[in-house]
Structures are given as C-alpha cells and as structure tokens.
C-alpha cells in the first residue's frame, strides 16, 4: 500500500502503511527551505533521539530512517542542528548537493538512511584508519529492491560493514 497524502495550509503530510510514523513536509523539494519532519501517534519527534535504535533487540532488527530513496539524487540528511531534527537537503558551499548519475544507474542505487540514536564522535581516531567519525548518525545502505520512502522508518538486519570516506571525513558504516 503506498503511502497516503494529506494537505493542509501549513504542509503536506504522509503516512506510511503499517507504521508508527508519519511525515510533514515544509517548503519545496530541492531548495534550502525545504524539510521534512516526522511524527509518531503522539505529535512531532525527533528522528535522531525519539525512534528506537532496535525494532526487535532479540532478533537483533534495527530501526532505519530512510533519507534517500534509491534511484534520486538529492543528498538528504538529518539535522543535527535545527529544532526536532528534520530531514533536509545537504549543502556545500552554498549549493544544494546531488550525486551524480552513474551509467546506467540514477542517483544512489540503494536506500539510504541512518540508525537513530547513534552518532560518530569526530573525536575518536580509529587505530586502524586514523580516520575520525564524521558527526552523524551511522550510515546505513539499505540494499533491498523495493524503494522505500523518505521519511520511513523501515526495520533493517545488518549483513555487514562498509568502510566509507566521504571527501576524506568519514570512515564509518
């Protein structure tokens, strides 16, 4: 069942089938005004501090925030810095931020997302890399078929680890 719309004069809001949360939209896609903030039953949370890490801690299943859906290109993140942590559209230099396109892919070719309730300390130096975290939530690539939507939060097993280094910042999952 794909998600279900609703309008309102303030935003546009999406709930998912099956799901504990929602979504409210402000602003428009692909501007620096755009965000996307999530709800549970009780009212607007926090991604990064409200759901739980773990969808069932004895089967070891995890909670994934979507942020990009496979097959776009719009590089979306939480925000560690703005009230109730929405998701919004990473910026360099001033300029929103896309990932190019990668023949005969479009955009990222998985879902990507983040385990609430975590972060990498830009403080700890691995001894291994002597890279540091990046200051973020874990990433997570989520490498299913379906695309899920931004803002989901979507159950996860983790099959593994993948050593990132994002433009030299970064070496994580």
Aim: glycine share 8%; charged share 20%.
């Amino acid at each position: 069942m794909p998600p279900r719309l609703l309008f309102s004069p303030r935003g546009v809001y999406r709930s998912f089938a099956m799901s504990a949360y929602s979504v409210c939209e402000r602003g428009c896609s692909n501007t620096n005004g755009y965000r996307m903030f999530i709800k549970s039953t009780s009212g607007p949370i926090s991604p990064f501090h409200d759901i739980p890490l773990h969808s069932d801690k004895q089967k070891n299943i995890f909670n994934m925030l979507v942020e990009i859906p496979r097959w776009t290109n719009a590089k979306m993140e939480i925000c560690k810095e703005e009230f109730m942590n929405p998701i919004k559209q990473d910026v360099k230099n001033g300029k929103l931020r896309f990932v190019n396109n990668i023949f005969p892919h479009k955009g990222y070719i998985w879902n990507y997302g983040a385990l609430p309730q975590t972060w990498e300390d830009p403080n700890h130096q691995d001894p291994n890399t002597n890279a540091k975290g990046d200051n973020d939530p874990i990433d997570v690539c989520e490498i299913g078929s379906k695309i899920l939507s931004r803002g989901s939060v979507v159950p996860v097993k983790v099959l593994g680890i993948l050593a990132m280094i994002d433009e030299g910042k970064q070496w994580g999952s």
